[in-house]
């Protein structure tokens, strides 16, 4: 499940936050998914959602939901104007028509000047409780870091053209040592001996996948683990993603791939907490 299908999934049971940053370069697909997002949450269908037959997403459909707004700085640097925050702070004033929540979707948020930001700086310190911002930009980099620490980051792939395998993979291999599935990712982990290049790839990936999981959860060289059911503790997810910084070198020298991945296996899943030496 990447990033997208779990935030639907929190939209589809109204765990909604106030703001969110949609990252990613173009083509990731930020504007359609803004839209997704707000059209889940306002879906009232009894089941999955969106249903694309209640009111709130025939209305969508027809562009004419009263409680999605969208604005934008499409003209490149500073397009995203002063006046357009202003009109975004009247507008907040008004209480939603058809639900429990206003959306508004503001895309290229990395086009306003200060002027502009310190404007919407405003707004996030103190929206209406039914107010959801769902802001888009190329690069979290180029927004600053007052708003950045009132937002849900949000990073998005370039939706690829075929599926990614390594990802699938990667976070199959993830699971397995979180739960403690010691022979099933001993058997996923086997299966790439053949592919020195793939394994690195799918090594990159899982350290990525731990990183990001750990950040989610807040766990972070904790003690805690990201469930009870769960086996590891933050600290050893931790120390795992450091371990593959090795095998990854390792792997990309000569080292032999099949026994290089099964001390990995056998490090995962083992309670030690500080890596010995690999090599
Ligand atoms: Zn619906």
């Known amino acids: 499940m990447d990033n997208r299908d779990r935030l639907l999934q929190s939209a589809a049971i109204g ?3 106030h703001a969110y940053l949609i990252s990613g370069q173009e083509g990731a697909g930020k504007r359609d998914f803004a839209r997704d997002f707000a059209r889940t949450a306002l879906c009232s269908g009894a089941g999955d959602k969106p249903c694309g037959q209640c009111k709130s997403c025939r209305k969508f459909a027809n562009q004419t939901h009263p409680d999605i707004k969208e604005y934008s700085g499409d003209g ?12 975004i702070r009247t507008d907040l004033y008004v209480t939603p028509t058809e ?14 000047n200060i002027h502009a930001h310190n404007a919407f700086l405003k707004i996030l310190e103190e929206p209406p409780r039914y107010a959801v911002f769902l802001l888009t930009c190329d690069n979290p980099k ?10 849900m980051n949000i990073p998005l792939n370039k939706i690829h053209d075929e599926p990614d395998e ?7 291999i993830a699971v397995c040592m979180i739960k ?31 990183a990001e999981k750990l950040k989610k959860n807040a766990i972070e060289k904790s003690g805690k683990k990201i469930n009870s059911q769960n086996h590891l503790t933050g600290r050893k997810i931790n120390s795992i993603i450091i371990l593959l910084e090795d095998i ?20 995962a899943h083992n309670q030690q907490e500080v890596p010995g030496h690999s090599r």
Do not use: C, W
């Open 99 to 112: 639900s429990d929540y206003k959306f508004y979707l503001l895309f290229n948020v990395e086009n306003m």
């Open 248 to 267: 990854i070198s390792a792997l990309e020298g000569n080292a032999n791939v099949a026994l290089t991945l099964s001390y990995l296996n056998i490090y």
């Open 166 to 172: 390594s990802y699938a993979i990667a976070e199959e």
């Open 15 to 17: 765990r909604i936050s």
């Open 76 to 87: 490149g640097k500073n397009s995203f104007h002063i006046e357009t925050v202003r009109g």
């Open 180 to 210: 403690g599935q010691e022979y099933r990712s001993a058997s996923l982990l086997g299966a790439l001996e053949g592919d020195r290049k793939q394994a690195i790839k799918i090594m990159v990936r899982l350290g990525e996948i731990l």
């Open 142 to 151: 180029a927004i600053p870091s007052t708003i950045l620490s009132r937002t």
